[in-house]
T-cell receptor, first 114, second 111 residues
Framework: GAGVSQTPSNKVTEKGKYVELRCDPI?????LYWYRQSLGQGPEFLIY????????DSGLPNDRFFAVRPEGSVSTLKIQRTERGDSAVYLC????????????FGPGTRLTVT | KQEVTQIPAALSVPEGENLVLNCSFT??????LQWFRQDPGKGLTSLLL?????REQTSGRLNASLDKSSGRSTLYIAASQPGDSATYLC??????????FGAGTRLTVKP
């Protein structure tokens, strides 16, 4: 079956602009996670959704970052007033029920802020 | 805050060799531990998931162990192949749902 998909695969934007990154989880998975991976580092947790609600958003670095999952399936990560330090690969993962289940990752969106 | 460390950062071995990758974590109150593989420019592929109550998991040539009390996990790869070349990431999930990753071990298996 289809895995986790993310669009776009690459995004280049200018400093100060607004960007949206999209994640389509595996069908039927109720839990969805966003991570950020900088070069040479492991992924860093950003936010976790259980259904439509953000169950844990403690990893969001500041209020420029926001994520939604209005219908409990597709999720959008939104970054306002982008900064060069936001450049990274943004990874999305989903799992069947929640915290105890194996996470399946998408290919990521590479964001470059110039 | 949970800290996850992976040693070595990079490893190069000849084809056919058995090898061990190490992962250590500072807080033993974990929910589970997962090993991933990441190829350049790609997402993460899950290899093995060990629940906190388990000691090890095996899949093919891979065996992962977990010693929660000492904060350690190892990934054993038997009879390594060039196709095993990738970055291997260890991730620890705490009881509060967040998953903490190590920086990874970059493995190169030479033909």
């Amino acid at each position: 079956g289809a895995g986790v998909s993310q669009t776009p695969s690459n995004k280049v934007t200018e400093k100060g602009k607004y960007v949206e990154l999209r994640c389509d989880p595996i069908s039927g998975h109720t839990a969805l996670y966003w991570y950020r991976q900088s070069l040479g580092q492991g992924p860093e947790f950003l936010i976790y959704f259980q259904g439509t609600g953000a169950a844990d958003d403690s990893g969001l670095p500041n209020d420029r970052f926001f994520a939604v999952r209005p219908e409990g399936s597709v999720s959008t990560l939104k970054i306002q007033r982008t900064e060069r330090g936001d450049s990274a690969v943004y990874l999305c993962a989903s799992s069947l029920m929640g915290a105890q289940d194996e996470q399946y990752f998408g290919p990521g969106t590479r964001l470059t802020v110039t | 805050k949970q800290e996850v460390t992976q040693i070595p950062a990079a490893l190069s071995v000849p084809e056919g060799e058995n090898l061990v990758l190490n992962c250590s974590f500072t807080d033993s109150a974990i929910y589970n531990l997962q090993w991933f593989r990441q190829d350049p420019g790609k997402g993460l592929t899950s290899l093995l998931l060990i629940q906190s109550s388990q000691r090890e998991q095996t899949s093919g040539r891979l065996n992962a162990s977990l010693d929660k009390s000492s904060g350690r996990s190892t990934l054993y790869i038997a009879a390594s192949q060039p196709g095993d070349s990738a970055t291997y990431l260890c991730a620890v999930k705490g009881n509060n749902n967040d998953m903490r990753f190590g920086a990874g071990t970059r493995l190169t298996v030479k033909p």
